[in-house]
């Protein structure tokens, strides 16, 4: 195999196990596992989580909560992106709840609901200053007079979504709260209800927002693997690959693609069985590092579409073809986090995982 990813279910459980204790039993926590679990692996993510009983996945759309209930998953599913109009029907029909952000979601809800003489159950998404999906504040009251007449639809959840729970300087998510609880006590006098479910916490919401927890949370990215705010969590996915070639080269000698990395003195350059047609970002040309027996190895040169150049004159003389390289994830007692390549790329971790999920290889562990 030239490369894979190896994917550890033990360190995603144990993530998934921490936020839980965090958070305290009276909290549901309901794991994020869109996008194919951030690049994990959609059913295997899921079902790796079922037997820590989540009380929800969420999901982004309908096509994946298909594929979970296909796979004979019954935990209760929400869909974050909502449906489109002709997919209401069957997602009632397999128990799958749509987020609603829309006043015409209703109509949509209603007449399914009629139709198969079951209370349609929904959470409802406002819009608390994320700015992307959900009620405005100055449409809910019009949502509310519709949701009041609305004889075939069962409110089960309010939420919404912070824009910047990351930011250590940002004071904004305190003000998404309050807008939250205001939603919040507006339905419960127009409606005379309180729904079951009240979420508006991703992961930074739910590990720096205790006040945010209400009664549900949905993290992602921590499940995943540790970043700047929770640096303890563990890495699950790891991105490995083969030294192909060793090579002594002498000074002055050009390395790779545009020649953009000229040798400095003689070194030990070894070629790397990745690209960024593996999901390696090409970002990280010149830039990126490696871990080789526990080393970091500079990358050299341009990252081509499967193949790397690394610096390795630095490491052990006895270094051989076919030795395991890490380009993500953790190697003796050193890491490259998600985080790290986010950076260096220009990007966020959760892209980092998402691109170098997309490698067709990956091999399911449990340590
Ligand atoms: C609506 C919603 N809730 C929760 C999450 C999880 O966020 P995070 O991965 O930052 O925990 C996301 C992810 O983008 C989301 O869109």
């Given at each position: 195999?030239?490369?894979?990813?190896?994917?550890?279910?033990?360190?995603?459980k144990?993530?998934?196990?921490?936020?839980?204790?965090?958070?305290?039993?009276?909290?549901?926590?309901?794991?994020?596992?869109?996008?194919?679990?951030?690049?994990?692996?959609?059913?295997?993510?899921?079902?790796?989580?079922?037997?820590?009983?989540?009380p929800?996945?969420?999901?982004?759309?309908?096509?994946?909560?298909?594929?979970?209930?296909?796979?004979?998953?019954?935990?209760?599913?929400?869909?974050?992106?909502?449906l489109?109009?002709?997919?209401?029907?069957?997602?009632?029909?397999?128990?799958?709840?749509?987020?609603?952000?829309?006043?015409?979601?209703?109509?949509?809800?209603?007449?399914?609901?009629?139709?198969?003489?079951?209370?349609?159950?929904?959470?409802?998404?406002?819009?608390?200053?994320?700015?992307?999906?959900?009620?405005?504040?100055?449409?809910?009251?019009?949502?509310?007079?519709?949701?009041?007449?609305?004889?075939?639809?069962?409110?089960?959840?309010?939420?919404?979504?912070?824009?910047?729970?990351d930011?250590?300087?940002?004071?904004?998510?305190?003000?998404?709260?309050?807008?939250?609880?205001?939603?919040?006590?507006?339905?419960?006098?127009?409606?005379?209800?309180?729904?079951?479910?009240?979420?508006?916490?991703?992961?930074?919401?739910?590990?720096?927002?205790?006040?945010?927890h209400?009664?549900?949370?949905?993290?992602?990215?921590?499940?995943?693997?540790?970043?700047?705010?929770?640096?303890?969590?563990?890495?699950?996915?790891?991105?490995?690959?083969?030294?192909?070639?060793?090579?002594?080269?002498?000074?002055?000698?050009?390395?790779?693609?545009?020649?953009?990395?000229?040798?400095?003195?003689?070194?030990?350059?070894?070629?790397?069985?990745?690209?960024?047609?593996?999901?390696?970002?090409?970002?990280?040309?010149?830039?990126?590092?490696?871990?080789?027996?526990?080393?970091?190895?500079?990358?050299?040169?341009?990252?081509?579409?499967?193949?790397?150049?690394?610096?390795?004159?630095?490491?052990?003389?006895?270094?051989?073809?076919?030795?395991?390289?890490?380009?993500?994830?953790?190697?003796?007692?050193?890491?490259?986090?998600?985080?790290?390549?986010?950076?260096k790329?220009?990007?966020?971790?959760?892209?980092?995982?998402?691109?170098?999920?997309?490698?067709?290889v990956?091999?399911?562990?449990?340590?």
């Amino acid at each position: 195999m030239h490369n894979w990813v190896e994917i550890n279910l033990g360190a995603l459980k144990r993530n998934y196990t921490r936020i839980k204790q965090f958070v305290g039993p009276h909290i549901a926590v309901s794991p994020v596992i869109k996008a194919e679990a951030y690049g994990h692996g959609l059913l295997q993510v899921a079902t790796a989580l079922l037997p820590l009983n989540p009380p929800w996945f969420a999901v982004s759309k309908f096509s994946e909560a298909v594929l979970l209930r296909d796979a004979g998953i019954s935990t209760p599913i929400l869909v974050l992106s909502g449906l489109l109009p002709n997919e209401y029907p069957e997602a009632l029909e397999m128990s799958i709840t749509p987020v609603v952000y829309a006043i015409e979601h209703l109509d949509y809800c209603e007449e399914a609901g009629r139709k198969r003489q079951t209370p349609y159950p929904i959470h409802v998404k406002v819009d608390t200053g994320m700015g992307r999906l959900g009620i405005r504040e100055e449409g809910f009251n019009e949502f509310l007079a519709k949701l009041k007449h609305c004889s075939w639809i069962k409110l089960e959840g309010l939420m919404s979504h912070f824009a910047d729970a990351d930011d250590k300087n940002s004071s904004y998510p305190l003000i998404q709260i309050e807008r939250f609880r205001n939603f919040l006590s507006r339905l419960k006098s127009e409606l005379k209800i309180t729904p079951t479910f009240l979420h508006i916490s991703n992961s930074a919401g739910t590990l720096r927002y205790p006040t945010a927890h209400f009664n549900m949370v949905r993290p992602g990215i921590v499940l995943y693997g540790p970043i700047d705010f929770a640096r303890t969590f563990e890495p699950v996915m790891t991105l490995k690959a083969r030294i192909l070639q060793i090579k002594e080269v002498p000074p002055n000698t050009p390395i790779g693609y545009g020649k953009s990395f000229i040798t400095p003195t003689s070194m030990t350059i070894a070629t790397v069985s990745v690209g960024y047609g593996d999901g390696y970002p090409r970002m990280l040309s010149n830039r990126g590092e490696v871990l080789i027996r526990g080393r970091r190895c500079p990358i050299v040169g341009r990252v081509s579409m499967n193949l790397i150049t690394v610096d390795v004159t630095k490491v052990d003389s006895s270094l051989s073809i076919g030795e395991e390289v890490v380009l993500l994830g953790n190697q003796g007692g050193e890491c490259i986090s998600a985080d790290e390549l986010g950076r260096k790329a220009q990007t966020i971790s959760y892209e980092i995982y998402c691109r170098i999920g997309s490698n067709p290889v990956k091999r399911y562990v449990e340590s």
